[in-house]
């Protein structure tokens, strides 16, 4: 079976070192050097964990010295949760993409919800070092991380809802559903992939994209 240590950084991931984080252009040095901190802590934290992980490890993953990191991050929770937020905006916005883009292509309302769901499901499977971060280590990181995890869901609830409210306008006769069942279908998604991802099965995550259908569907209450 591949462990997640065995699967080899992506070229076009988020977190290549050769990537730039947006949010420090104009200072190119700096740039990449916290974009190699990204990637040192996103590598060595799905490989061994978070606490396993040391400053020392993630620095040395990175190719620059400590100094520097302290120069952009006050300790090791500070680099994993950076991280974690730029693949946070990243999904999200992916998942907004592939519906919008399905919308302006004229698909219907069930096509669009599938193009999101697979859009989500592919950014997984190729951020697969991310996907360990986000679905498991996130968990036991104390209330800053949980606080992080929360917007991340609320996000994507906002989504779903925004989809949801948009079908409804083009099929009056759908029915209206409780708040909850947004985050209904948030939570059973997390629980259906997370499985995968603790598994070392992330090379199935392609696989639940009509499971994912079948639960929006029925929690949304989705004529099939």
């Known amino acids: ?20 984080d947006p949010r420090a252009a104009g200072r190119l040095t700096s740039a990449s050097q916290r974009q190699r901190l990204l990637y040192g802590v996103t590598s060595c934290v799905a490989e061994r964990g ?14 620059v010295s400590k100094k520097t990191f302290y120069e952009h991050f006050p300790n090791k929770l500070a680099c994993f949760l950076a991280a974690y937020e730029v693949g946070v905006e990243a999904l999200v916005s992916t998942v907004a993409k592939a519906a919008a883009e399905a919308a302006a292509s004229g698909a219907d309302a069930r096509a669009r919800l599938r193009a999101a769901l697979r859009a989500g499901l592919a950014f997984l499977f190729i951020e697969q070092l991310y996907a360990r971060m986000f679905f498991i280590e ?11 995890r929360t917007r991340c869901h609320d996000a994507l609830i906002r989504t779903v809802r925004a989809w949801h409210d948009q079908a409804r306008a083009q099929h009056p006769d759908w029915p209206a559903v409780p708040d909850g069942a947004y985050a209904a279908a948030i939570a059973a998604t997390h629980e259906l992939v997370t499985t995968l991802v603790a598994t070392d099965r992330t090379q199935e995550l392609p696989e639940l994209e009509d499971t994912l259908m079948y639960v929006h569907q029925s929690l949304l209450h989705v004529p099939a």
């Open 50 to 63: 978070f606490a396993p992980t040391t400053i020392e490890a993630i620095t040395t993953r990175a190719g």
């Open 1 to 20: 079976m591949t462990t997640v240590a065995a699967i080899p950084l992506p070229v076009d991931s988020i977190f290549s070192p050769e990537r730039i």
């Open 138 to 148: 996130i968990l036991a990181l104390g209330p800053e991380a949980v606080r992080d």
